[in-house]
C-alpha cells in the first residue's frame, strides 16, 4: 500500500474524550471514529488490525478441531424464552420488534441459537463431540461504554459451545478450548492469565477467564508471581490427547490467579509473600463449563449407545476479539505511539522515503516494494511529499515494528537504513539483506491452518 493512495485519517491533536491510552492511539491512528457511545466504524487501518486478530484466533480453532459457521445478529426472543433467560437479561440486551409486532433482539451471546441449531440437526451421540463456534457482532446495552473499544456496547466476538455426551468429556473440550486460547494470545503478543472466575448462579468451578496485565484493566486481580514466568511456546499439542490438554490445564492454573469476584485472602497469603502480587488486569476471554443448562432446558437430548435419549453437556467459550485491539496496544506502546507485535501488524513493514521525487531514491523505494510483495509481505510505502520528521511520527504512531528509511545519501553507499519501533535500534544495510532479514522475522508467523 502506497500511503498517498490510503485512507488514513490521523488526528494531530491528542482526543480529549479518551481517557486511556489505547482509546487515544487507536483515535489519533486513524483505526476507529465513534459513531454513538460504545458504537464505532472501523476505519482501514482498524479494520486490517481486526481481520488479523480474527484470522488468528480462526487459525488456533481450527487447529483445535473447532468449527466455524456464522449466526445471525437478531434474534427471535421466543428462543430465549425457551431457556428462560429473555426476562432475566435485563438492560443490557437491546431489544426492538419487527413490522408483525414479534420481538426481537440483537444477540448479546448465542447459547440459545447454538442450542437450537443442535437439537434441530444432531440426534446421535455418534455426532458428539462437536465444537460450533462464530466470530460476530454483539451488542449490549452497557451502562457505561467507555475505553473505545475496551467496553463498547457493540463488539465482536468470537464464541463457541462444546456439546459433548458426559461431564468429562466436556472437561476436556474445556481445556482444550484453555490451550487453544494460550496458544492465541501468544501468538498476538500477549501474556493472557488464566484465571479462576465466578460461575454465577450455575455454580462449579469450571470456568476460567484470560485477563492481560495493565494499570488500566476493569478487574483488580491478585496473583502468584511465578504464573508470569508460564509460557506455552511451540509447544506441539495433541487436541485430541485427554491427558496432555489437562496437564496444560494444570501447569496454567495451579498456581494462584483470580479476579477480585472470587478472590480468597486465606488462600491467597499461603503464597510466600515475596510472590504475591496485586495488580490490575483486562478480560479478553473466557471458558466456561455449565452443564446442561441449556439443552435441557430447550430440549436437546441425543440418542445414547443404550438407545434411549442421553443429556447433553455443554460449554460457552468467548474471546474479546475487538478489545483484543485495546488490550494489545494498552500492553504496546511508548510514548510515540502504538508499537505492533508482529504477529498482529496492519503492515509488516514501513517504507520511509526521505526524498520523494528524486530518482534514485524513489527507484529504490519501488523496488524494495516490489521485493516484500513478492516475498507476500505487506509493505506501506509513504511516498507523500512531506518533510521525513512527519514520515517518522505517522510511522511511529501507526505502529509498525520494522521500518526501512531510504534516502540519497546512504543510496550512495549502498545501503537503506533498518529500524526497530520497540527498540529504536537502527543499522545500515544493503537493501536486499534488509528485505531478507524482514523475510526472516516473519516466518515464524505465516501459518496456513486455515
Ligand atoms: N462490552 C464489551 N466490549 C468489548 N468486549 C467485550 C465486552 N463485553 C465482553 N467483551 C469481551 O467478550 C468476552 C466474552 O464475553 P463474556 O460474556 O465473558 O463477557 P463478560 O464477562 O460479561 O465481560 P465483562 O465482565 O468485561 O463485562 C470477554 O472476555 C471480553 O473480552
Ligand atoms: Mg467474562
Known amino acids: 500500500m502506497r500511503l498517498s493512495r490510503y485512507f488514513l485519517p490521523v488526528l494531530k491533536e491528542n482526543p480529549s474524550e479518551a481517557q486511556i491510552v489505547s482509546h487515544r492511539l487507536m483515535l489519533r491512528a486513524g483505526m476507529i471514529k465513534q459513531q454513538s457511545a460504545g458504537i464505532y466504524s472501523w476505519l482501514p487501518l482498524g479494520f486490517k488490525v481486526l481481520r488479523k486478530i480474527e484470522n488468528i484466533v480462526h487459525q488456533e480453532q481450527a487447529r483445535a478441531g473447532h468449527i466455524p459457521m456464522q449466526m445471525p445478529t437478531l434474534q427471535s426472543a421466543d428462543l430465549w424464552r425457551e431457556s428462560g433467560r429473555y426476562d432475566g437479561y435485563g438492560e443490557e440486551m437491546l431489544r426492538m420488534q419487527d413490522r408483525h409486532g414479534r420481538d426481537m433482539l440483537f444477540s448479546p451471546t448465542a447459547e440459545e441459537l447454538f442450542t437450537d441449531v443442535f437439537r434441530a440437526h444432531v440426534n446421535s451421540y455418534k455426532d458428539l463431540p462437536l465444537t460450533l463456534y462464530q466470530i460476530q457482532w454483539k451488542f449490549r446495552d452497557e451502562i457505561r461504554p467507555r475505553f473505545g473499544v475496551m467496553r463498547g456496547r457493540e463488539f465482536y466476538m468470537k464464541d463457541g459451545y462444546t456439546f459433548d455426551l458426559t461431564k468429562e468429556d466436556a472437561l476436556h473440550a474445556y481445556n482444550r478450548h484453555l490451550v487453544s486460547y494460550l496458544r492465541t494470545y501468544e501468538r498476538m503478543g500477549l501474556q493472557a492469565i488464566p484465571m479462576r472466575a465466578d460461575s454465577g448462579p450455575i455454580g462449579g468451578d469450571n ?13 483488580e486481580v491478585f496473583y502468584d508471581r511465578e504464573i508470569t514466568d508460564l509460557k506455552f511456546g511451540d509447544r506441539q499439542i495433541d487436541y485430541d490427547n485427554v491427558e496432555q490438554c489437562q496437564a496444560v490445564l494444570e501447569e496454567f492454573t495451579s498456581r494462584y490467579a483470580r479476579t477480585d469476584e472470587t478472590h480468597d485472602e486465606a488462600l491467597f497469603n499461603e503464597v510466600p509473600e515475596e510472590r504475591r502480587r496485586v495488580a490490575r488486569g483486562i478480560e479478553v476471554g473466557q471458558i466456561f463449563y455449565f452443564g446442561t443448562k441449556y439443552s435441557e432446558a430447550m430440549g436437546a437430548t441425543v440418542q445414547g449407545p443404550d438407545g434411549k435419549p442421553g443429556e447433553v453437556h455443554m460449554g460457552s467459550h468467548g ?5 483484543l485491539l485495546g488490550a494489545i496496544i494498552e500492553a504496546s506502546h511508548d510514548e510515540n505511539g502504538i508499537i505492533w507485535p508482529e504477529g498482529v501488524t496492519p503492515f509488516h513493514v514501513g517504507i520511509v522515503n526521505l526524498k520523494q521525487g528524486d530518482d534514485e531514491a524513489d527507484a529504490a523505494c519501488d523496488a524494495l516494494y516490489q ?4 516475498a507476500g509481505l505487506e509493505p506501506l510505502y509513504d511516498d507523500r511529499k512531506e518533510r521525513a520528521g512527519g514520515k517518522f511520527a505517522t ?9 526501512i528509511t531510504v534516502g540519497p545519501r546512504g543510496l550512495k553507499n549502498g545501503v ?3 529500524t526497530c519501533r520497540r527498540t529504536g535500534a537502527s543499522e545500515e544495510l544493503p537493501p536486499e539483506q534488509a528485505v531478507q532479514k524482514i523475510i526472516e522475522i516473519y516466518a515464524p508467523h505465516r501459518v496456513h491452518v486455515f
Open 371 to 374: 521485493s516484500f510483495t513478492a
Open 416 to 418: 537503506v537504513e533498518l
Open 319 to 323: 474471546i474479546g476479539v475487538s478489545r
Open 207 to 219: 470456568t476460567h477467564e484470560f485477563l492481560v496485565l495493565a494499570e488500566t484493566g476493569e478487574s
Open 395 to 403: 510511522m511511529d504512531l501507526i505502529g509498525l515494528p520494522w521500518r
